[in-house]
Protein backbone atom coordinates (compact mmCIF):
# COMPACT_ATOMS: atom_id res chain seq x y z
CA UNK A 1 0.00 0.00 0.00
CA UNK A 2 2.67 2.62 0.90
CA UNK A 3 4.52 1.47 -2.46
CA UNK A 4 1.41 2.43 -4.18
CA UNK A 5 0.39 5.96 -2.48
CA UNK A 6 4.43 6.78 -3.20
CA UNK A 7 3.80 5.76 -6.98
CA UNK A 8 0.71 7.88 -7.11
CA UNK A 9 2.12 11.00 -5.42
CA UNK A 10 5.39 10.30 -7.81
CA UNK A 11 3.22 10.77 -10.64
CA UNK A 12 1.04 13.78 -9.93
CA UNK A 13 4.39 15.51 -8.48
CA UNK A 14 5.70 14.71 -11.98
CA UNK A 15 2.70 15.16 -14.01
CA UNK A 16 1.95 18.93 -12.35
CA UNK A 17 5.80 20.11 -12.67
CA UNK A 18 5.97 18.98 -16.03
CA UNK A 19 2.41 20.77 -16.53
CA UNK A 20 3.71 24.06 -15.13
CA UNK A 21 7.30 24.12 -17.00
CA UNK A 22 5.34 23.76 -20.19
CA UNK A 23 2.92 26.31 -19.23
CA UNK A 24 4.79 29.29 -17.74
CA UNK A 25 7.95 28.52 -19.08
CA UNK A 26 9.23 29.82 -23.17
CA UNK A 27 11.73 27.21 -23.85
CA UNK A 28 9.31 25.17 -25.79
CA UNK A 29 9.49 28.35 -27.95
CA UNK A 30 12.39 28.62 -29.83
CA UNK A 31 11.55 31.66 -32.05
CA UNK A 32 8.51 34.50 -31.90
CA UNK A 33 7.13 36.87 -35.25
CA UNK A 34 6.00 39.81 -34.03
CA UNK A 35 3.96 42.11 -36.28
CA UNK A 36 2.65 45.41 -36.76
CA UNK A 37 0.65 47.45 -34.29
CA UNK A 38 -1.82 47.72 -37.07
CA UNK A 39 -2.67 43.35 -37.28
CA UNK A 40 -2.32 43.44 -32.92
CA UNK A 41 -5.39 42.42 -31.56
CA UNK A 42 -4.52 42.16 -27.30
CA UNK A 43 -4.59 45.30 -25.41
CA UNK A 44 -1.28 46.50 -25.81
CA UNK A 45 1.06 46.76 -29.10
CA UNK A 46 3.36 44.25 -29.82
CA UNK A 47 5.91 47.11 -30.90
CA UNK A 48 7.27 49.38 -29.12
CA UNK A 49 9.83 52.26 -30.79
CA UNK A 50 11.56 54.82 -30.04
CA UNK A 51 13.88 57.00 -31.52
CA UNK A 52 13.64 59.89 -34.23
CA UNK A 53 13.19 57.66 -37.23
CA UNK A 54 10.32 56.09 -36.10
CA UNK A 55 7.83 58.33 -37.37
CA UNK A 56 8.80 57.81 -41.21
CA UNK A 57 9.87 54.23 -40.88
CA UNK A 58 8.97 51.57 -38.51
CA UNK A 59 9.57 48.24 -39.12
CA UNK A 60 6.24 45.85 -39.55
CA UNK A 61 8.18 42.18 -39.34
CA UNK A 62 10.91 41.42 -36.64
CA UNK A 63 11.81 37.86 -35.66
CA UNK A 64 13.19 37.30 -32.24
CA UNK A 65 15.27 33.68 -30.92
CA UNK A 66 16.84 32.79 -28.09
CA UNK A 67 19.79 31.52 -28.23
CA UNK A 68 20.22 29.20 -25.34
CA UNK A 69 17.50 25.98 -25.68
CA UNK A 70 16.00 24.64 -22.50
CA UNK A 71 18.63 26.56 -20.24
CA UNK A 72 16.88 28.90 -17.59
CA UNK A 73 13.32 29.19 -19.16
CA UNK A 74 12.20 32.14 -17.34
CA UNK A 75 15.74 34.26 -18.14
CA UNK A 76 15.91 33.82 -21.83
CA UNK A 77 18.21 35.96 -24.02
CA UNK A 78 16.67 36.66 -27.84
CA UNK A 79 18.29 37.76 -30.58
CA UNK A 80 15.99 39.82 -33.16
CA UNK A 81 16.02 40.75 -36.99
CA UNK A 82 13.82 42.94 -38.66
CA UNK A 83 14.15 41.23 -42.90
CA UNK A 84 12.16 44.32 -43.81
CA UNK A 85 14.98 47.16 -42.58
CA UNK A 86 15.58 49.87 -44.64
CA UNK A 87 19.35 51.09 -45.12
CA UNK A 88 18.49 54.32 -43.94
CA UNK A 89 18.14 53.00 -40.31
CA UNK A 90 19.40 50.83 -37.51
CA UNK A 91 18.46 48.86 -34.22
CA UNK A 92 20.75 50.59 -31.51
CA UNK A 93 19.14 48.92 -28.91
CA UNK A 94 16.07 46.18 -28.05
CA UNK A 95 14.41 44.00 -25.05
CA UNK A 96 11.67 41.64 -24.59
CA UNK A 97 8.90 41.86 -22.23
CA UNK A 98 6.55 39.08 -22.03
CA UNK A 99 3.94 39.96 -19.26
CA UNK A 100 2.39 36.44 -19.10
CA UNK A 101 4.58 32.93 -20.14
CA UNK A 102 2.46 30.90 -22.01
CA UNK A 103 3.73 28.75 -23.90
CA UNK A 104 0.32 26.62 -25.13
CA UNK A 105 0.73 27.66 -28.73
CA UNK A 106 2.81 30.63 -30.66
CA UNK A 107 -0.56 32.56 -31.16
CA UNK A 108 -0.55 32.90 -27.22
CA UNK A 109 2.89 34.06 -26.73
CA UNK A 110 2.92 36.60 -29.73
CA UNK A 111 -0.07 37.98 -27.91
CA UNK A 112 1.63 38.73 -24.42
CA UNK A 113 5.13 39.31 -25.76
CA UNK A 114 6.01 42.98 -26.52
CA UNK A 115 9.25 43.92 -28.55
CA UNK A 116 10.68 47.52 -27.44
CA UNK A 117 13.42 48.82 -30.07
CA UNK A 118 15.01 51.91 -30.93
CA UNK A 119 15.49 53.25 -34.22
CA UNK A 120 18.16 55.58 -35.03
CA UNK A 121 19.22 56.91 -38.97
CA UNK A 122 22.20 55.72 -41.00
CA UNK A 123 24.65 58.59 -42.52
CA UNK A 124 22.77 57.44 -46.08
CA UNK A 125 18.79 58.21 -43.62
CA UNK A 126 20.13 61.37 -41.91
CA UNK A 127 21.74 62.96 -45.28
CA UNK A 128 18.35 61.56 -47.29
CA UNK A 129 15.83 63.07 -44.56
CA UNK A 130 17.68 65.31 -41.94
CA UNK A 131 20.67 66.58 -43.90
CA UNK A 132 20.90 70.04 -41.80
CA UNK A 133 22.12 67.60 -38.96
CA UNK A 134 25.09 67.05 -40.64
CA UNK A 135 25.96 71.06 -40.49
CA UNK A 136 27.08 71.81 -36.77
CA UNK A 137 28.02 75.19 -36.14
CA UNK A 138 30.38 73.82 -33.25
CA UNK A 139 33.33 72.94 -35.59
CA UNK A 140 32.68 76.91 -37.36
CA UNK A 141 32.38 78.70 -34.34
CA UNK A 142 35.53 76.69 -33.02
CA UNK A 143 37.70 77.32 -35.89
CA UNK A 144 36.56 80.77 -36.05
CA UNK A 145 37.48 81.63 -32.27
CA UNK A 146 40.81 79.83 -32.71
CA UNK A 147 41.38 82.16 -35.96
CA UNK A 148 41.21 85.17 -34.04
CA UNK A 149 43.34 83.98 -31.33
CA UNK A 150 46.21 83.16 -33.65
CA UNK A 151 45.46 86.50 -35.58
CA UNK A 152 45.94 88.02 -32.38
CA UNK A 153 49.09 86.12 -30.91
CA UNK A 154 50.80 87.02 -34.75
CA UNK A 155 50.06 90.43 -34.43
CA UNK A 156 51.41 90.87 -31.08
CA UNK A 157 54.88 89.17 -31.92
CA UNK A 158 54.62 91.25 -35.57
CA UNK A 159 54.66 94.48 -33.14
CA UNK A 160 57.13 93.24 -30.91
CA UNK A 161 59.43 92.38 -33.75
CA UNK A 162 58.84 95.71 -35.12
CA UNK A 163 58.24 94.93 -38.21
CA UNK A 164 54.84 96.79 -38.14
CA UNK A 165 56.79 99.99 -38.47
CA UNK A 166 57.44 100.49 -41.49
CA UNK A 167 55.81 103.43 -43.45
CA UNK A 168 53.58 102.81 -46.21
CA UNK A 169 52.54 99.54 -45.37
CA UNK A 170 49.16 98.55 -44.20
CA UNK A 171 50.40 97.49 -40.93
CA UNK A 172 51.40 101.00 -40.52
CA UNK A 173 51.23 102.95 -37.24
CA UNK A 174 51.87 106.78 -37.23
CA UNK A 175 52.42 107.02 -33.79
CA UNK A 176 55.36 104.32 -33.57
CA UNK A 177 56.48 105.59 -36.63
CA UNK A 178 56.75 108.89 -35.22
CA UNK A 179 58.22 108.14 -32.24
CA UNK A 180 60.79 105.99 -33.84
CA UNK A 181 61.56 108.84 -36.05
CA UNK A 182 61.89 110.96 -33.53
CA UNK A 183 63.81 109.23 -31.49
CA UNK A 184 66.32 108.32 -34.78
CA UNK A 185 66.80 112.66 -34.57
CA UNK A 186 67.57 113.31 -30.92
CA UNK A 187 70.21 110.25 -31.14
CA UNK A 188 71.09 112.10 -34.51
CA UNK A 189 71.31 115.21 -33.19
CA UNK A 190 73.27 114.33 -29.96
CA UNK A 191 75.92 112.53 -31.73
CA UNK A 192 76.19 115.52 -33.68
CA UNK A 193 76.78 117.86 -31.28
CA UNK A 194 79.00 115.52 -29.05
CA UNK A 195 80.91 115.47 -32.35
CA UNK A 196 80.95 119.48 -32.25
CA UNK A 197 82.04 119.27 -28.77
CA UNK A 198 85.30 117.15 -29.75
CA UNK A 199 86.55 119.41 -32.47
CA UNK A 200 85.61 122.62 -30.46
CA UNK A 201 87.47 121.52 -27.76
CA UNK A 202 90.44 119.99 -30.34
CA UNK A 203 90.37 123.69 -31.32
CA UNK A 204 90.60 125.66 -28.37
CA UNK A 205 93.44 123.35 -27.07
CA UNK A 206 95.63 123.87 -30.30
CA UNK A 207 95.29 127.76 -29.35
CA UNK A 208 95.95 127.65 -25.63
CA UNK A 209 99.77 128.78 -24.99
CA UNK A 210 101.88 126.23 -23.10
CA UNK A 211 104.46 127.30 -20.94
CA UNK A 212 107.80 125.46 -21.65
CA UNK A 213 110.03 125.24 -18.68
CA UNK A 214 113.65 125.31 -19.40
CA UNK A 215 115.79 123.03 -17.59
CA UNK A 216 119.43 124.68 -17.94
CA UNK A 217 118.60 127.38 -15.71
Known amino acids: MFVVKTAVL ?109 LEWTYSGVLLHRPWKLFSLKPFTAAFVLLLAASYLATACFRMLGYLGTPRSRFHDNRRWNEQKFMELAVSAVEEQLSNGIQLFSNVKQRVPVPVLDESV
Open 10 to 118: LFFALFIGNTYAYTYSLDRIQALKFSSESSNVDDGPRLHCKGPACSSHSNDLAICQHNQLNVAPHLLKWTCVWPNQSSHVEVIDYNIECKKTVALSMDSITKTCILNYK
